[in-house]
């Protein structure tokens, strides 16, 4: 049973294409999350929603939207993609009230 | 802001243990975890300990917590080949996001 899923694993797009990931947690948690991790492996929080409302905006571009469209689902949209989107895109979820979060496998996306 | 930072990368022989450390700046920290991260993989969550716990250990793995030194380490007994990932070290203030350290490369050499 997966339980947090990302799709799709991989994505190779040209700069300036509009492009999706998907995340789907099964385990009714209430708060989920995006992270960054870049090409030197820091990770770095984007986003975060609670019970579909966005809590947490760090300092991300406006090219990137995350969309809520029930508590299991927290999908990311990202506009005019440019060379530096290049990452793995980790989504995570947990309880509010908890203190662990359980990540996805990522999404490595490649921006030629 | 906060500020998480480990070494970035340790080596060690099969069977000898494996101490990776971290250090934060966070006074308000609640809670702090160890994340590992094999190549090409997710992050798995390993362990994580409440910030008025001195020590947590679950079968190989000892987690120490000196609040008053904001460090944390994480030592592996038995140190195996299948043990080489990235490990990372995390911090949370009560319920809110993690703040990640840069990640030790931990390479085990049989």
């Known amino acids: 049973d997966t339980a947090v899923s990302q799709t799709p694993k991989y994505l190779v797009t040209q700069m300036g294409n509009d492009k999706s990931i998907k995340c789907e947690q099964n385990?009714?948690?209430?708060?989920m999350y995006w992270y960054k991790q870049d090409s030197k492996k820091f990770l770095k929080i984007m986003f975060s929603y609670n019970n579909k409302e966005l809590i947490i905006n760090e300092t991300v571009p406006n090219r990137f939207s995350p969309k809520s469209p029930d508590k299991a689902h927290l999908n990311l949209h990202i506009n005019s993609l440019e060379l530096g989107d290049s990452a793995v895109y980790f989504c995570a979820s947990k309880y509010r009230v908890e203190e662990t979060q359980y990540f996805g496998p990522g999404t490595r996306l490649l921006v030629l | 802001g906060e500020d998480v930072e480990q070494s970035l990368f340790l080596s060690v022989r099969e069977g000898d243990s494996s101490v990776i450390n971290c250090t934060y700046t966070?006074?308000?920290?609640?809670?702090l975890y160890w994340y590992k991260q094999e190549p090409g993989a997710g992050l798995q969550l390993l362990t994580y300990i409440f910030s008025n716990m001195d020590m947590k250990q679950d079968q190989r793995l000892t987690v120490l917590l000196n609040k008053k030194d904001k460090h944390l380490s994480l030592r592996i007994a038995d140190t195996q080949t299948g043990d080489s990932a990235i490990y990372f070290c995390?911090?949370?203030?009560?319920?809110?996001?993690?703040?990640f350290g840069k990640g030790t490369m931990l390479l085990v050499s049989p």
């Open positions: 966070d006074s308000s920290s609640t809670y």
């Open positions: 995390a911090e949370s203030e009560g319920y809110s996001t993690l703040t």
């Open positions: 385990l009714g948690h209430d708060t």
